[in-house]
């Protein structure tokens, strides 16, 4: 029979982006590779409800759930290196517990009681932890956002705290993550900021069992002996979480100096030695990319390419599907105009235009678009990718000069994007409905839609199945008024929302776009979800995979990057 769920609380010190997503995820998957059932979650210490209305280029990427959960980027790590979705239940942040604890208050719950941080916050916290307790799951592994010392982050941590006595011996384990710097002038590690954080973390009533250092060089045992000592953890718990060239590397890293041995010793996980074969192979494929393939990404939010995380992620492993490493060139939309798309598109052998909200930048990806369409360059739209493509067709190939998405232009004659505010769900059999008086949050079509793909298309060639699952964040869908008139143009619809079933034949079936495409240009596809979100180094995503391929056949566009030297005449010299 198993045990009860063990837990592995991890905070982290002295400063923010230390790495704790990416240690945490190579942690778990660690312990997934010793045989183990393994699943994480994110305590984000913000007021906000979630990540979903925080602007990209100030936080990053929001990630989406299968069921529709806006989180932190830093659940994408953890599905990329587990290879197992995450849930709603996997993101928390403060704004949610104390929104949770405010709902309780109204509802009478607290029976007229003083509502207080200790206990009301706290328990919601505790019991947010433990939702995730399951008879199927040997270890979670809980990442607390921020640094230890922000007042946000109190709550958190004294929940933490609570729990370990609850929880008893060998039940859970405290990793803390710090910043070892090196300073130049005396080429010395400093380990004072380390001790320092830890001191903070005590005087909350948290010893960490084990620390973990970043660091851009290796640390020396005697440097590790005087932390484990000022930090009054044994001498073999202390670990370095070195600079990495290439974040995959890291599992086999932190395997090397025993990081999961001691976790699994301290928790009572089993002696069982991990499989790393599938990291050690990915990252010398990685070492070992034998082509490069540029591709431009025509976005808005291109001053923090954190905004990307996922998407530049899935190109990478699509490249790595093809044993080549990608030339990313981020293009700020705003800097196109139809005098200068040769000199930003004109090298590029794939173009890509992401997901993204509001008008800025719109009419320069819509001018990529074309230009993708008319030299025949490999082009991918993602969400409002897809939506420009759309909207460029109808313009330029369909007539509907003045074609616009209702998110740009509401009053547009023809609002070939629009905002629906009804359709069947086939997640829940149920008519669903976007009420335009919603929030921002939930007036959006959010997480994982069946889409049918049809035969003969490029998406159905790539996926090589009929029906697949992805993920949606988008308010504004294709038209369904236009479908006739833009397929008659040549316009290939190459995905749908299945129809609603046979029970429900009084249920309108809007019959929702996903998927559109080209038939005369070697690869040009739309697809109103996003992708990127189920992509992973192990399982590069099918059509990140097939855009990649295309774009690789695009040799004239690596003509042009570089000029072949003149061939010598052929004109029978030599005779
Ligand atoms: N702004 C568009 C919409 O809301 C596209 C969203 C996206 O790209 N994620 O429909």
Known sequence: MRQKTKFIFITGGVLSSLGKGLTSASL????????????????????????????????????????????????????????TPMTRRSSFTAGRIYSQVLAK???????????????????????????????????????????????????????????????????????????????STTGEPKTKPTQHSVKELRSIGI??????????????????????????????????????????????????QGLERKVSSLLRLGRREPDIAPWVDLVKRQASLTESVSIAIVGKYVELIEA???????LTHGGLA?????????????????SNLEKYLGQAQGILVPGGFGPRGIEGMILAVGYARRKKTPYFGICLGMQCAVIEFSRHQAGLTKA???????????????????????????????????????????????CRLTPGTKAREAYGVDLVHE????????????????????????????????????????????????????????????????????????????FIGAALKNTHAEEKKEPKEPRESKGGKKA
């Open 207 to 256: 010893q960490p069992d084990i620390i973990v250092c970043r660091s851009s060089r290796p640390i020396s045992q005697d440097s590790k002996t005087k932390i484990a000592l000022f930090c009054d953890v044994s001498k073999d718990a202390v670990f370095t979480a070195m600079d990495v060239e290439n974040i995959y590397e890291l599992p086999i890293k932190l395997h090397e």
């Open 105 to 183: 208050e109204r509802r009478g719950d607290y029976l007229g009681g003083t509502v207080q941080v200790i206990p009301h916050v706290t328990d919601e916290v505790k019991e947010a932890i433990l939702s995730m307790s399951s008879h199927d799951l040997d270890v979670v592994l809980v990442e607390v956002g921020g640094t230890v010392g922000d007042i946000e982050g109190q709550p958190f941590l004294e929940a933490l705290r609570q729990l370990k006595g609850e929880m008893g011996k060998n039940r859970c384990l405290f990793l803390h993550l710090t910043l070892v710097p090196y300073l």
């Open 308 to 314: 990307y995380k996922s998407l530049h992620e899935a």
């Open 404 to 450: 616009d998405s209702e998110e740009f232009k509401p009053k547009s004659h023809h609002r070939v994007i629009f905002r629906m505010t009804g359709w069947y769900d086939p997640n829940t059999g149920l008519r669903a409905q976007r009420n335009p008086d919603d929030d921002l949050g939930g007036s959006m079509r959010l997480g994982s839609y069946p």
């Open 471 to 546: 993920r949606h964040r988008h308010r504004f869908e294709f038209n369904p008024d236009y479908i006739n008139i833009l397929t008659k143009h040549g316009l290939v619809i190459s995905g749908q929302m299945p129809e609603s079933p046979l029970e429900n034949p009084d249920m309108p079936s809007p019959k929702l776009v996903e998927v559109v495409e080209l038939a005369n240009h070697p690869w040009f596809l739309g697809c109103q979800f996003h992708p990127e979100f189920k992509s992973s180094p192990m399982r590069p995503h099918p059509l990140f995979k097939a």
């Open 322 to 338: 093809h044993n080549a490493r990608i030339d990313f060139n981020y293009i700020n939309a705003e800097d196109l105009k139809s």
């Open 28 to 83: 778990a998957a660690l312990l997934k590779a010793k045989g183990l059932s393994v699943s994480m979650q994110k305590l984000d210490p913000y007021l906000n409800l979630d990540p979903g209305t925080m602007n990209p280029r100030q936080h990053g990427e929001v990630f989406v759930t299968d069921d529709g959960a806006e989180t932190d980027m830093d659940l994408g790590h953890y599905e990329r290196y587990l290879g």
